[in-house]
């Protein structure tokens, strides 16, 4: 992790459960975690080609999803 301490992240927001465990990992591993765009993430995946994130069936969701 440390060789990603210089990186931009996007991940969850805090006070999500990813967030409470990535936040605590990279502090250990010597730098702060900070970001807000796990929808980022959501569209990022959803946009992907195949897709690699896709809603469950049933689930609603907006586009692009």
Same mark, same amino acid.
């Given at each position: 992790m440390t060789d990603l301490s210089n990186e931009t992240w996007i991940g969850p927001y805090p006070g999500n459960l990813y967030h409470d465990v990535i936040a605590p990992a990279c502090e250990y591993?010597?730098? @702060? +975690? *900070? *970001?807000?765009?796990f *929808?980022?993430?959501? @569209?990022? @995946?959803a946009a992907s080609s195949?897709? +690699?994130?896709?809603?469950p069936s049933?689930?609603?969701?907006?586009?692009?999803c």
């Open positions: 591993a010597g730098f @702060a +975690y *900070s *970001s807000d765009g *929808s980022a993430v959501v @569209a990022l @995946a195949p897709p +690699y994130a896709e809603a049933g689930i609603p969701c907006s586009s692009p």
